[in-house]
């Protein structure tokens, strides 16, 4: 794909537009929520919550309209899942691919 240099005032902004996550401070931190086609690094030490709240916002975002891929490294669909239960996101729109079919899910999911 390939498009010619255009000055910015002629650049269609909306397409840019961003979508609140459904996490107040997350959307503030993002400006306004994430946005199509970016790529968003959440780092920390480990144990202070980063898959708890990426699993929040993606079972928040998750509906009939956009269903949310879940994709994981590090655990098993049932580790997933009971993170969902202790946090009262448990959903049939955000599905899961754990660590053992992540190879097999990158640019073939269903929906």
């Known amino acids: 794909m390939s498009a010619a ?3 910015i005032a002629q650049v269609d902004g909306r ?3 961003a ?3 459904g996490v107040d401070e ?3 931190v993002l400006g306004g929520g994430l946005v199509p ?3 968003v690094l959440l780092a920390g030490e480990p144990g202070v919550g980063k898959s708890t709240l990426l699993l ?3 079972a928040k975002a998750a509906s009939e309209e956009h269903p949310t891929l879940y994709v994981t490294g590090e655990e098993s669909a049932s580790q ?3 993170r969902a239960d202790r946090i009262g996101r448990c959903t049939t729109t955000c599905t899961s691919r754990p660590r053992r079919t992540c190879r097999r ?3 073939t999911s269903t929906r």
Request: proline fraction near 4%; include cysteine; glycine fraction near 8%.
């Open 37 to 39: 086609g970016a790529v």
């Open 26 to 28: 997350l959307d503030r």
């Open 15 to 17: 397409q840019a537009t």
């Open 56 to 58: 929040d916002v993606a």
């Open 19 to 21: 979508r609140a996550t």
């Open 80 to 82: 997933v899942r009971l």
């Open 5 to 7: 240099a255009l000055p």
């Open 105 to 107: 899910c990158w640019g």
